[in-house]
Antibody, heavy 125, light 107 residues
Framework: EVQLVQSGGGLVQPGGSLRLSCAVSGFTFREYYMDWVRQAPGKGLEWVGRSRNEANSYLTEYAASVKGRFRISRDDSQSSLFLQMNSLKTEDTAVYYC????????????????WGQGTMVTVSS | DIQMTQSPSTLSASVGDRVTITCRASESVRIWLAWYQQQPGKAPKLLISKASSLEGGVPSRFSGSGSGTGFTLTISSLQPDDSATYYCQQFNSYPYTFGPGTNLEIK
């Protein structure tokens, strides 16, 4: 059974830092691209960024709204994904989801087929 | 960035109705579009991938169509459990963008 279990959310002051973790099981983590998606309270979904897999040198991509402040990393030996968030702003307040980019039998992307349970990050003084 | 729009933003329909949600992209995303269902307090669930491929375990009353800039999600016979917010998402180019969502209410 595929599971993505998140931890690390909480309340932080503007300008502060927070690190989110996502521990996965049930699939070969190193083979997959992993992303972060967030959802501000009462709002829609926003893609945050991506970690490519080992075969693609773990290259990362970020949304413009977080680029230079957030950093995505992974530890394939621990099957874990991380989101380091620095210089946090009030507008970063959201539920953060780690997600897996699914691949079909023909190796085409399918979309985000598995989601973590979400973790709340509140940036407030 | 590719902008995604959805219509309608809210929809109220009865059990057994056929409902259609439209998603438009500001430029072509080819077939790289997904549909998600999000029920209150839960993580989104992937329903449709590559514009029209039904994900495993998703009821066959859900279907997707379209390519390029115009897409639709259709529920052929609405069920009470379909009450949720539906999002489209393009994964043709970075940054991946979601539509604003369609809130589907069961009368």
């Amino acid at each position: 059974e595929v599971q993505l279990v998140q931890s690390g959310g909480g309340l932080v002051q503007p300008g502060g830092s927070l690190r989110l973790s996502c521990a996965v099981s049930g699939f070969t983590f190193r083979e997959y691209y992993m992303d972060w998606v967030r959802q501000a309270p009462g709002k829609g979904l926003e893609w945050v960024g991506r970690s490519r897999n080992e075969a693609n040198s773990y290259l990362t991509e970020y949304a413009a709204s977080v680029k230079g402040r957030f950093r995505i990393s992974r530890d394939d030996s621990q099957s874990s994904l991380f989101l380091q968030m620095n210089s946090l702003k009030t507008e970063d307040t959201a539920v953060y989801y780690c997600v897996r980019l699914g691949v079909d039998r023909e190796n085409y992307w399918r979309g985000f087929d598995f989601w973590g349970q979400g973790t709340m990050v509140t940036v407030s003084s | 960035d590719i902008q995604m729009t959805q219509s309608p933003s809210t929809l109220s329909a009865s059990v057994g109705d056929r409902v259609t949600i439209t998603c438009r992209a500001s430029e072509s995303v080819r077939i790289w579009l997904a549909w998600y269902q999000q029920q209150p307090g839960k993580a989104p669930k992937l329903l449709i991938s590559k514009a029209s491929s039904l994900e495993g375990g998703v009821p066959s009353r859900f279907s997707g169509s379209g390519s390029g800039t115009g897409f639709t999600l259709t529920i052929s016979s609405l069920q009470p459990d379909d009450s949720a917010t539906y999002y489209c998402q393009q994964f043709n180019s970075y940054p991946y963008t979601f539509g604003p969502g369609t809130n589907l209410e069961i009368k």
